[in-house]
């Protein structure tokens, strides 16, 4: 199975941060990877599909980029809604695997 | 708007079969380019993919379960539903069915169903 790594686990900031996630996969992906945002008690949100594209509804400030085996998500200014949890999760090959989530807290 | 909403028993028993139903809002759920997941996530940790069906009843499933894993799907009522044979405390999870735009994303989500499992 295809094995996603976040980076980091979990970091502190403040609100209008800039904040950078990491999702690095075991073996190229292209560029099928897609981005969740996860709020306690509620299912997850999908933020960014291909790796890139944002999704209807999805404020700017969230972006990702990336192909192979490295990729980011970015929030350009953390808003107070934005500490939460996020996931990347792989479409290349099966089994569907997700990464192990980095929280984000305030500082 | 499509919404799915998760039924099931909330607390099943070691050794017996989980088995949840996903209800779509969407009529015919065989419409689009879609297939129809299930992910879990035990309480406080992270997302596992069980698996996903198409509209013909084609499915993949994690090899982690598939011994314990079917999947189906009926058009006609809008459902599908999961079955997870064997079942330990393991398995004690919150379980969502999704929607996955194929090979894109989990576009849509039900709200989950908690199930414990429990003598």
């Known amino acids: 199975a295809i094995q996603l790594t976040q980076s980091p686990s979990s970091l502190s900031a403040s609100v209008g941060d800039r904040v950078t996630i990491t999702c690095r996969a075991s073996q190229d992906l292209n560029n099928a990877l897609a981005w969740y945002q996860q709020t306690p008690g509620r299912p997850p949100k999908l933020l960014i599909h291909?790796?890139?594209t944002l999704e209807g509804g999805v404020p700017s400030r969230f972006s990702g980029s990336g192909s192979g085996t490295h990729f980011t998500l970015t929030i350009s200014s953390l808003q107070p809604e934005d500490f939460t949890t996020y996931y990347c999760q792989q479409f290349y090959d099966f089994p569907l695997t997700f990464g192990g989530g980095t929280k984000v807290e305030i500082k | 708007q499509v919404q799915l909403q998760e039924s099931g028993p909330g607390l099943v028993k070691p050794s017996q079969t989980l088995s949840l139903t996903c209800t779509v809002s969407v009529d015919p759920i065989s419409s689009g380019n879609y297939f129809w997941g299930w992910i879990r996530q035990p309480p406080g940790k992270g997302l596992e993919w069980i698996g996903r069906i198409y509209t013909n009843g084609g499915a993949n499933y994690n090899p982690s379960l598939k011994t314990r894993v079917t999947m189906s799907i009926d058009t006609s009522k809008s459902q599908f539903s999961l079955n997870l044979s064997s079942v330990t405390a393991a398995d004690t999870a919150i379980y969502y069915c999704a929607r996955e735009t194929i090979w894109s994303g989990y576009d849509y989500w039900g709200q989950g169903a908690l199930v414990t499992i429990s003598s």
């Open positions: 291909a790796a890139s």
